[in-house]
């Protein structure tokens, strides 16, 4: 007792005392993954070191990838207070969705759009002349858009103390990421690893992009005129945008689709809307056609395909788009040291995106059975990294999860489709309201397309909302707002809507499930 009481009281004990409270407080935050991580010196796998020493890790968290999953999470990480740090192979931050992806074609989109309206003029009461397209200056302000943003990321990055290292990201076991740049190789040792590599094209079998005549969604972007002709291959998200803003711009565009309708993940009956008006805007359509070889020549391609009654027919197009489908990069990023779960190249994860590896989180387009869409990505960042700090991440319900297709007529949608409700067994009732009957929508000249409501019958919970028409991928907020928060039919036919707006036509659509709609 009085060894102990002079032991606590002398120099030695406040050593003793101090080393103590140190290792308490360090063995609860790596209990909550936070601050610190102690890795044993001297180890390989960081099972213990002969000295016994602890090293001690720089960072909570290292983030390999910084499109939207990987940036989205650093900068909430940053917030947070975890040490940050993300590496990325290229010289810029955003990854595809900002250099190659969402945002390019987003204001090409706009572009074209704008080309529509003053094509249309006479229409709107105004008599316009010699209209020209600017390619070039069209394709520069796309880059000033994409190159500010990406300087915002990096301004977002210094605000929240994140860091950002330049380099190809490998995980290199528990706590290690190895950085590769110019051919040489530094680590860095963090609690928390999250590999956010993302997706590139794919390609159809012998059929390999040359980036001048059989294009990506990369080269696609950086065409130095507008083609007269222009085939897609592929009528998902991607095809669909392009051929869109091609057809705006003067291509004489046909799509080639070897499933039996366009859009094929939306509701049967958007398919069918957005074929229509495709149609109506000369875009040619073969659905359930066979690419079976895209030759070049002097002029550019011929492609020759068997159409859906087996028939072989041969197009000929200065340019050819590949849109059929992403693949995850997960090549020679380490995952064969974890034990993480890889199925076709994407990755397996439980609740908050982690891996079946302790610690190793896979976030974005990498993520298997999760759509691959950006917004996607940035929630499942902020889940991990929330989880990460000790904290209940928003859990991903794919349901919930909103897809949004540019083209024209745009496409807004959520939740289960008609077929995808009935088939889960659900008692259902659909509402459906024409934008026919919105004085806004006639208002901007643009009143094609409906809104349909997917309910069950029994209470009105609210299954899938499939919007077509003006503003879509902007009024599918309510729809967001409503699956999140599990409303009723009810619930939303007695929402008052702001008038006279296109999203009114939302209050429409949920009241004709009851057959109580006013405006058709
Ligand atoms: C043409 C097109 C249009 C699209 N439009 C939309 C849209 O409107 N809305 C939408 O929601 N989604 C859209 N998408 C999809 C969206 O772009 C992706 O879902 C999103 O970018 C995925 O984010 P991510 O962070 O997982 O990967 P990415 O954005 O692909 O980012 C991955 C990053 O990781 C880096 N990287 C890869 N491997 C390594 C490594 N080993 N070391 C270091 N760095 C590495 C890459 O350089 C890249 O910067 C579009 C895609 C395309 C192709």
Redesign the pocket.
């Known amino acids: 007792m009085a060894f102990a009481s002079r032991l606590s009281c002398g120099p030695l004990g406040r050593l003793l005392k101090f080393i103590i409270h140190r290792d308490t407080v360090l063995l609860h935050q790596v209990r909550r993954k936070r601050s610190i991580y102690l890795v044993p010196i001297g180890t390989e796998t960081g099972s213990g070191s002969p000295e016994g020493r602890l090293r001690v890790a720089k960072y909570d968290v290292a983030i390999?990838?910084?499109?939207?999953?990987?940036?989205v999470a650093a900068i909430r990480a940053g917030e947070l207070g975890l040490k940050t740090i993300v590496?990325?192979?290229?010289p810029f931050?955003?990854?595809?969705?900002?250099?190659?992806?969402?945002i390019?074609?987003?204001v090409l989109l706009h572009h074209a759009d704008v080309y529509d309206h003053f094509k249309n003029g006479e229409e709107l009461g105004f008599e316009v002349s010699g209209l020209k397209i600017n390619w070039p200056n069209i394709l520069a302000r796309k880059d000033k858009i994409v190159k500010k943003h990406a300087k915002g990321i990096e301004f977002l990055f210094k605000k929240n103390k994140v860091e950002w290292v330049q380099?190809?990201?490998?995980y290199e076991g528990p706590g290690r990421v190895s950085v590769e740049k110019d051919g040489k190789k530094t680590q860095i040792d963090a609690a928390n690893i999250l590999l956010?590599?993302?997706?590139?094209?794919r390609a159809l079998p012998g059929i390999e992009p040359d980036h001048k005549t059989i294009l990506t969604?990369r080269s696609i972007l950086e065409l130095p005129e507008i083609p007269k002709t222009l085939v897609v291959v592929g009528a998902g998200?991607?095809g669909v945008?392009?051929a869109s803003i091609y057809n705006s711009f003067g291509s004489q565009v046909t799509i080639l689709e070897a499933l039996p309708r366009v859009v094929p993940v939306e509701d049967e009956e958007i398919s069918v809307e957005l074929d229509k008006t495709f149609r109506k805007k000369d875009i040619n359509i073969f659905t359930q056609a066979m690419v079976n070889s895209v030759k070049k020549d002097a002029k550019g391609v011929t492609v020759t395909f068997k159409d859906k009654d087996g028939k072989s027919q041969t197009l000929q197009a200065e340019k050819l788009l590949l849109a059929v489908g992403?693949k995850p990069?997960t090549d020679?990023?380490g995952l064969e040291k974890s034990k993480a779960k890889v199925e076709r190249g994407a990755v397996q994860v439980g609740p908050y995106m982690e891996t079946a590896e302790k610690g190793l989180y896979a976030?974005?387009?990498?993520v298997f059975g999760l759509p691959?869409?950006?917004?996607?990505?940035m929630m499942e960042?902020i889940s991990a990294v929330t989880h990460i700090a000790g904290k209940p991440g928003p859990p991903i319900v794919k349901e919930r999860i909103p897809n949004?297709?540019?083209c024209e007529p745009q496409i807004g949608s959520i939740g289960l489709t008609e077929k995808q409700a009935r088939d889960a067994g659900h008692a259902v009732k659909t509402g459906k309201f024409p934008f026919v009957g919105n004085s806004k929508a006639t208002i901007l000249g643009n009143h094609g397309g409906f809104i349909k409501v997917v309910s069950d019958e029994k209470y009105g919970e609210v299954l899938g909302i499939h919007i077509i028409g003006p503003l879509a991928t902007e009024i599918l907020a309510e729809a967001a707002a409503v699956l999140h928060l599990e409303g009723t039919v009810d619930d939303m036919m007695n929402m008052m809507h702001a008038h006279p707006t296109v999203w009114e036509g939302m209050g429409d659509a949920f009241a004709s499930v009851r057959g109580l709609q006013i405006n058709v």
């Open positions: 390999i990838g910084s499109g939207p999953g990987g940036y590496v990325e192979k290229d931050l955003g990854g595809t969705c900002l250099h190659v992806g969402c390019p074609t987003k380099g190809w990201g490998r956010v590599s993302g997706s590139e094209a969604n998200a991607v945008e392009f992403r990069m020679n990023c976030i974005g387009d990498i691959l869409l950006a917004h996607a990505a960042g949004a297709t540019y």
